[in-house]
């Protein structure tokens, strides 16, 4: 997903990379065990890099993995991180994995989404979910993004839609300045266009609390503190709270990734879990036979 030209040269890419994580030269050479008179010459283009350097400072930099071959690139050396096709052999036993973490979370959803927000796995609670998602949204590959917040997908039936579609595009802004993918980006400005939700859903959340046909007739995003109406506290974290056989399921989400990656499809791959966010939640969804 890379758009740097490969003309720009390693020292001001590096820069910018610094740049954008607000740390000095001095600091940088002091995390990369060098001297700010040292990365200075790398950003100047005074001096070439090792290989060693290279890697060190990208590391202490934070910069992903599909950047950090690109750096390599640019600095005359060879790229240190395959990218190998998940459906390739070698990453049999990851896929293996992966499916068994979805398989042993239902019946609540979990999914696992590549850089680019494609679903490459999901299990049935997840499935469950996209019942009556037009069907053009279901063609693969299919988009973590478009599916939530497309007006014929999921988001017709999110009753909190304004604040859940803020915190997702949030969310992509923040791999957007981290990967710098321009492909990304245009993912971000289409779903950024779709039609937004008027209102404060956290205000008109607690004011119907109780009282709006909730899951299991709570209505309340923390399930026992059902009745509460506008005195109901808000939730321990920011739920999905979304209509389902004509109940409201309030679903806290997690998202994990792959420790140390050496792989630039691994590094980029993320698993997200829904919670239940209350009892109500979790009961409806173990009475379901999938």
């Known amino acids: 997903m890379t758009t740097v030209a490969l003309d720009t040269g390693v020292g001001p890419l590096l820069r910018s990379w610094r740049e954008q994580r607000r740390i000095s030269q001095l600091e940088l050479a002091l995390r990369a065990d060098s001297s700010a008179r040292h990365i200075s010459f790398i950003e100047t283009g005074r001096s070439r890099p090792s290989e060693d350097m290279v890697l060190r400072l990208a590391e202490h930099l934070d910069i992903p993995v599909r950047e950090r ?51 490459v796995a999901a299990n049935r609670g997840i499935q469950m979910l996209l019942e009556g998602v037009a069907g053009h949204l279901l063609a693969p590959p299919l988009n973590a993004m478009r599916l939530t917040l497309h007006p014929e997908g999921l988001a017709p ?102 420790n140390t990656p050496m792989d630039v499809t691994v590094a980029e791959l993320a698993i997200e879990t829904f919670l239940p966010a209350d009892r109500a939640t979790a009961d409806h969804l173990r009475s379901l036979t999938f």
């Open 69 to 119: 071959n690109t750096l390599l690139v640019v600095a005359g050396y060879a790229p240190r991180y395959a990218q190998t096709a998940l459906d390739d052999p070698a990453l049999g036993a990851l896929r293996e994995g992966m499916e068994q973490l979805l398989q042993g979370y239902d019946p609540y959803p979990a999914l696992v989404v590549d850089g680019m927000y494609n679903v």
């Open 157 to 258: 039936r999110i009753r909190n839609l304004r604040d859940w579609r803020a915190d997702l595009l949030a969310q992509m802004e923040r791999q957007i300045a981290l990967a710098r993918s321009a492909q990304l980006r245009e993912l971000y400005e289409e779903v950024a266009g779709y039609p937004a939700p008027e209102g404060t859903d956290r205000a008109a959340d607690a004011e119907t609390a109780g009282s709006d046909g909730g899951a299991g007739g709570t209505g309340s995003p923390v399930g026992e503190n059902a009745g509460a109406g506008a005195s109901s506290p808000l939730p321990f974290a920011l739920p999905l709270r979304i209509e389902h056989g004509g109940q409201v399921l309030s679903f806290v989400a997690s998202i994990a990734t792959f």
